[in-house]
């Protein structure tokens, strides 16, 4: 099945390079694409100094094939290529994107390769679920899904959501066990008007393979269902503040794994200093136990972030988050962005305190190294 998956996944990439060709003049399309290329330096507690030089390019095929006031059919094709030099050069080339549209004035089907994420929160986020984008990374890249995912618009506001998902074996979002390979994953979101704001109310169920992360789990590699229910609002009242629950259940073998709670607490606002000094704080909670909302053994974590425009050219922005549990861990993140028409010229330095080998909640932010800096030139065409 992996065999599988690597042949359509290049055969994807290699069918949007042709269609550059093969499709008629008379249709609207688009060619464009981004590159980037860093160099990153990081230090470990022991001393040791790594480089890591790489480049990334994403190139991005867009067809408009049928497009009035009633409907919309239109494709998008895009890949990633990229290759860095650590201890040893690495490199792939994959899909990034690829899915077909159609669309009317209020309902959407998109099927294919696609993003498919939700909820308020931007630093600490109980909603999760398919994608991983990091609120460090300027390129905000995240793998996309394999499904079908439909959505209609109410004329009040509302918002109706259904998908179903392709698994495969790989742990996407915050799972901390991969879905069973070829099995079918699917879910709903309604989202609906609420004073200054709006309430969502999420569900999605699919079949874990727990067997692949600890046999105990699932004796005998019996399938075990997962379901996911959370609600979430955000409204603007002054200040911006937000929220984001999710209660995740399934029956293992071993209890204390069946249920999982998330909370996070969000807020911001921009103060009339200067150009304007943005502060947005979260707060989340988290509980891995036999039993729902059991507060007696929790993993607690704030993130805090200042952004801030020099002139109409250069942004910094300061990034922390921190646990409050044992062992304590910390990251701390400063940026400078300079952006052109067409480059973007991004720098930052970084610094973790605390045990290197924790990880909070799969996020990327985990990969750092102690100390280090990093150099991004990216370009737009």
Known sequence: MRRAIFILHHAVFLLALSLVVIVPKGYAQRLQGQFSGWSTVTSSGGGETVWDTGMRYLPEIYWDFY?????????????????????????????????????????????????????????????????????????????????????????????????GLYGQDHTKGLEFAPSRDRSLEYGGRLQYPAGPGEIGITFHQRSVDAFAVEPALAPGGKPVTENRLA?????????????????????????????????????????????????????????????????????????????????????????????????????????????????VIFASVFGRTGDSSVSLLNQPLATLGDVGLQLMVIFNH
């Open 67 to 163: 497009n009035n006031q009633k409907l919309t059919l239109d494709v998008d094709l895009s890949g990633n290529m990229y290759g860095s030099a650590r201890s040893e050069s690495t490199g792939n080339v994959q899909p990034y994107r690829a899915w077909l549209r159609l669309a009317t004035h209020r309902f959407e089907t998109r099927i294919g390769l696609q993003r498919i994420d939700f909820g308020p929160a931007k630093l600490l986020r109980a909603l999760m679920w398919f994608d991983r984008r990091d609120p460090r990374d300027p390129l905000q890249l995240t793998d996309g899904v394999w499904g079908v995912r439909m959505r209609y618009d109410f004329a009040n506001l509302a918002s109706l959501w259904t998908w």
């Open 231 to 343: 609600l979430d609002g955000i409204w603007d009242v002054g200040v911006g503040v937000w929220f984001e629950s999710a209660l995740v259940h399934a029956n293992y073998a071993v209890n204390s794994f069946d249920w999982q709670s998330f909370l996070t607490l969000g807020s911001d606002y921009t103060f009339a200093l200067g150009n304007g000094l943005h502060l947005l704080g979260e707060h989340m909670v988290y509980i891995m136990s036999d039993v729902p909302f059991d507060f007696g053994q929790k993993v607690q974590i704030s993130g805090l972030m200042l952004s801030y425009p020099l002139n109409m050219l250069d942004q910094i922005a300061v990034y922390s988050i921190f646990t409050w549990n044992h062992p304590r861990v910390a990251y701390h993140y400063l940026s400078w962005r300079r952006t052109y028409d067409r480059w």
